[in-house]
């Protein structure tokens, strides 16, 4: 059983910039590839990054892909998501999840590939 704690949320303007974090505990990390996904009020949640099991490969919905980058520290069981240039449209809670998918080497974009969850930290970006 894995347990995943963000951290890292909060009110920043729009061009601005912040750094998710998500400490893993209670299983191995190394064995999971990550994902961030995020919920607006409204709105079903949607997939926003991926990263491997080693950290080597990563992969982002479109919306998202150059602005943020996904990065996982097996080290410290942990994974960031850190956004940048960030738009009002990104506002949302990001949840981090763990997936055993294909053993976490292929990139999983739906939320029935993940096995594990945490329970959300709210981003808002002010116009």
Do not use: H
Not at 48 to 56: H, I, K, L, N, P
Not at 77 to 102: F, I
Not at 109 to 127: A, L, P
């Amino acid at each position: 059983q894995v347990q995943l704690v963000e951290s890292g949320g909060g009110l920043v303007q729009a061009g601005g910039s912040l750094r998710l974090s998500c400490a893993a505990s209670g299983g191995t990390f190394s064995r999971y590839a990550m994902g961030w996904f995020r919920q607006a009020p409204g709105k079903e949640r949607e997939f926003a990054a991926w990263v491997s099991r080693t950290g080597s490969n990563t992969y982002y919905t479109d919306s998202v892909k150059g602005r943020f980058t996904i990065s996982r520290d097996n080290a410290k069981n942990t994974v960031y998501l850190q956004m940048d240039s960030l738009k009002p449209e990104d506002s949302a809670v990001y949840y981090c999840a763990a997936s055993g998918y294909l053993g976490g080497t292929y990139y999983a974009i739906r939320s029935d590939q993940y096995n594990y969850w945490g329970q959300g930290t709210q981003v808002t970006c002010s116009s």
